[in-house]
């Protein structure tokens, strides 16, 4: 417990033989504001220590230091934090968040070019289609009167359908079918409470205990449903010729070496929105280590898998929180639907959006990256040193990150600082009014730099389709349940309201 003072840090004081972890597990605050106490306690620093048990670890202050730790110094801090085994987590193990050293360069550098923005373009016919069908049987649904939905419940059923499509190429109606197989399994796949969530939680608080215990994340059944539901898929499309723009076809196409960037298309497209993530080039190792790991069935399986996982539950947040804003704001909401009736004048039949339209919607986009801001999905990333790291502290002292320790980077401290963002707990799109305004280093919804989000394309790309939706056909009031201010759920891993997302949808045309 002398390793920071030793060093002259600032850390959090530990609780004998817990350190932090103490806090975790009382559940007095929520998960990420344990892991980000250090921040506020010590304003002046550009990293401060904390010990879990007793094992030293970090947490960065400063943006522009994550930022230099993860484009230009990269190669010191290559890895998450994470001890997921593929004996005990076959998929997990292998999906891009997880996995690390030769085998996350080369999924990165494969999966890199289905995330492009020509790939979002063609993909989107598809969400738009899922989106569409379940908007359509919404308004049947509501024989032109006012009802009250619980948000949550419904956006997880559409992001399932959704991404059910995109991913595995397989169409289902969870609205009207919750029992279907691919929502159930989904459910299990993407939970963060209860077990699961405090599993997720130990995979990076806990490591070393988490591969002492032989613990795995997901249950069997879904690993096992996965990979039978993915093997049946690719072995009747090779044998049918089948063709869809998808996540199967597009990792089909990158196991035969096929898959590349037309940079000419993404080019002449517009950007997915302030918020996407910057792409940068992951080269494939060169040393024949790339060369044993051919994409099999199950890396496949586990890629498409870990877009559910990664994808549908951090989509569903920011859904949920923009339409909680859009309700508690109405002049918000009613200068958005102002943007999207306009737009459906611009549509051949007047309500299904095209990926170019809805890239055009500059309120749109105020609105998706102010609940980004404000609402940080993920309010916390990480990584692990792999090779040492000297850099200068702002009191002039060299500090050097030993190779093998944890860091925590708290993008969610980094949003609500007023330093970078004046009253920070305002909902305000206006301040993306001008992105020249923003402080890019310190807005980080999809982290930074060669392990920023794969999927912001398409996070943005979905959620901003659902809510044109939504707004085209409702005005979403707050329902009676729900709380306001919100009162958020301190026990789950990640960001949910306690009581609920309850909202009343009001037909705007009868
Ligand atoms: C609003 C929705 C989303 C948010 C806020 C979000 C945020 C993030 C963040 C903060 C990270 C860590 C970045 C870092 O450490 O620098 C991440 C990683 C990742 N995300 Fe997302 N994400 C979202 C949606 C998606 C979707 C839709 C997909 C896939 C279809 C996806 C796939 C991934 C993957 C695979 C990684 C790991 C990348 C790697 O390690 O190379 N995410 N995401």
């Known amino acids: 417990y002398d390793y920071f003072e030793k060093r002259n840090i600032p850390y959090v004081k530990p609780v004998p033989f817990f350190g932090q972890v103490w806090s975790f597990f009382t559940q007095e605050k929520h998960a990420v504001d344990v892991a980000s106490e250090g921040y506020y306690m010590f304003p002046n620093t550009r990293i401060s220590g904390v010990f879990m048990l007793r094992t030293p670890a970090y947490l960065v202050h400063d943006p522009v230091l994550f930022k230099e730790m993860a484009i230009k110094d990269f190669d010191h801090f290559t890895d998450h934090v994470s001890e997921v085994t593929i004996e005990h ?55 032109g009167k006012s009802f009250t939905m619980e948000l949550r419940d419904l956006y997880s059923k559409l992001g399932n359908d959704a991404m059910t499509s995109i991913s595995f190429g ?25 077990l699961p969530g405090l599993k997720i939680l130990m995979t990076t608080i806990l490591p070393g205990l988490f591969k002492f215990l032989r613990l795995g994340v997901l249950y069997k059944d879904v690993n096992e449903f996965y990979q039978e539901a993915v093997a049946t898929n690719i072995r009747y499309r090779e044998k049918n010729y089948i063709k869809r723009p998808d996540f199967i076809h597009l990792m089909l196409q990158a196991r035969k070496n096929q898959l590349n960037t037309e940079q000419s298309e993404d080019d002449g497209l517009q950007s997915a929105g302030f918020s996407t993530a910057e792409t940068h080039t992951v080269e494939s190792q060169k040393d024949g280590a ?14 498409a898998a870990s877009f559910f996982f990664g994808g549908i539950e951090s989509t569903t947040t920011l859904l949920c929180f923009a339409s909680y804003e859009l309700a508690v704001n109405p002049d918000v909401q009613a200068r958005l639907q102002i943007e999207v009736d306009r737009a459906r004048e611009e549509l051949e039949d007047g309500k299904t959006p095209t990926y170019e339209i809805l890239q055009k919607m500059k309120y749109l986009d105020m609105v998706v990256s102010e609940t980004l801001r404000r609402w940080a999905p993920f309010g916390l990333t990480n990584r692990r040193c ?22 925590s980077i708290p993008l969610k401290s980094f949003h609500l600082d007023e330093k970078f963002f004046p009253d920070p707990l305002r909902f305000d799109p206006e301040r993306f009014a001008d992105p020249n305004q923003i402080n890019q280093d310190a807005y980080v919804p999809f982290g930074t730099g060669l392990r ?59």
């Open 89 to 143: 987590d076959p998929l997990l193990a292998r999906s891009l968040f997880f996995a690390n050293g030769a085998r996350w360069r080369h999924h990165r550098n494969g999966l890199s070019p289905a995330f492009t923005g020509s790939k979002m373009r063609n993909m989107f016919v598809l969400v738009a289609k899922s989106a569409g069908d379940a908007m359509d049987r919404l308004m049947v649904f509501s024989r």
């Open 386 to 407: 792999t090779k040492d790291y000297t850099f200068t502290n702002t009191d002039g002292t060299k500090v050097t990150i030993e190779r093998g320790l944890n860091i």
């Open 170 to 194: 397989v169409e289902v109606d969870s609205l009207t079918d919750p029992e279907n197989e691919f929502f159930l399994k989904g459910k299990r796949l993407a939970k963060v409470d209860g």
């Open 290 to 303: 790339a060369e044993k790991l051919q994409w099999q069935d199950i890396d496949i399986t586990a890629a």
């Open 452 to 510: 920023n989000c794969i999927g912001s394309r398409l996070a943005l790309m979905q959620a901003k389709c659902f809510l044109f939706y939504m707004l085209s056909n409702f005005t979403l009031q707050p329902g009676t349940k729900l709380t306001i201010p919100l009162v958020l759920d301190e026990t789950s891993a990640g960001l949910n309201a306690k009581h609920g997302f309850w909202m009343n949808l009001v037909p705007r045309y009868v």
